[in-house]
């Protein structure tokens, strides 16, 4: 079992950052890819990145990359997603996630979402115009 902790989120202007993290409980949290899921209002529950169990891999959606950056600290059984250069589109809840698929475009897939085995509450993001 895994249990997911999400915090950081807020109201930031466009342009400015925020630092999601993601505290997870479970001695097994070391075996998980990790990642970020981000659902806006009146949409689809969406992909936003993903890191190896090792730390050794990443993955990100075209819409956030060289913007958004994910990370982990095994030791702290947390994961991290650093915002920056936010947009009004960045506004979202999102959803740290827990799941063995393996890393790459295969998070992409548009049923991905029903096959993730463990996910957080969501933290609210809102960024402003």
């Known amino acids: 079992q895994v249990q997911l902790l999400e915090s950081g989120g807020g109201l930031v202007q466009a342009g400015g950052s925020l630092r999601l993290s993601c505290a997870a409980s479970g001695r097994t949290f070391s075996r998980y890819n990790m990642g970020w899921f981000r659902q806006a209002p009146g949409k689809e529950r969406e992909f936003v990145a993903t890191?190896?169990?090792?730390?050794?891999?990443?993955y990100y959606s075209d819409s956030v990359k060289g913007r958004f950056t994910i990370s982990r600290d095994n030791a702290k059984n947390t994961v991290y997603l650093q915002m920056n250069s936010l947009k009004p589109e960045d506004t979202a809840v999102y959803y740290c996630v827990a799941d063995t698929t393996p890393i790459g475009s295969l998070w992409k897939r548009v049923g991905v979402k029903n096959e993730i085995e463990y996910w957080g509450q969501g933290t609210q993001v809102t960024v402003s115009s």
């Open positions: 890191i190896h169990w090792s730390g050794g891999s990443l």
